[in-house]
């Protein structure tokens, strides 16, 4: 396991997040989207044992497309169930921002979500090399469109989804590079059918001395919270959602203020180590899912 942690490279997730702000905003009614999926799926194409699939769909008269990034050592007509999904959403927002126009202004998402994002496009890489681990469980990486328009790319990718459902298990990463303060995360678990995929990521986190600390677990039982996880677990797929801060700010650990707002840019992630210990969390718990059936 330490041997594939260790790959994960913050240099690359650096290049990757500034590649993902640079086109100014990734909020589905700007120019910008556009270049982000191409950037998306130009490095997913480059791996050699990733398949690129997209799902499409529409919200309000918007254009969403869902990226996944699939790695199946057993070949992608392998059995259709027991998938591991690690998600995270791409698009961006600065709704609060006072004026901001969607379709002109600028939405960099730094940490909301180019961290998770860059994360992802790290997993592909390591999953993907043709010298790596040959997994007997397919795992999904999903790039989700729509997050900040009420998760309704994810939403509708579960509603696409055949029943009974191929996943066993959805990790999500949504902002994870700004606590300035600690190397905290929130673990929202969605749903009491998570229950045992958060004590997993709990003993991860200890087996593999990643550090995250503390690593606050937080009960979300219902559709009030905005993440990717919370479709999946409202379906009754195991589900958790890893986040620097969930809710509202509390002194001990405040939330990122430059969020959902045109400043939310690659200067503002005070806490590049806390970014790195969420990637090696989240892999790291979909692999030991992985490696057991
Ligand atoms: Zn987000």
Redesign the pocket.
Known sequence: MNAYLSQVSAAKMWDHLNALTAVGSRDPRHPGHAKAVAYIKEQLGAIPGVKLESHRTSYQGIALENIFAIVDPRGFDAPKDGWILIAA?YDSISNRSPGWDPSRDAAPGAD??ATGTAALLEYARILGAPDAMRLPTRIVLGFFDG?ELFYKGSAAYVQSLPRPYPYRAAINI??VGFNPIADRLDLLWHTGASAALRDRVVAVNQRYAIGVSPLNAQAAPDGSTIMDGTPFGLAGIPSVSLCQRYGENDAAFPGNSTFHTVNDTPDKLTNPRLWLKAAKLTLATALELAAAP
């Open positions: 959403h909301d979500n997050e949504d902002m």
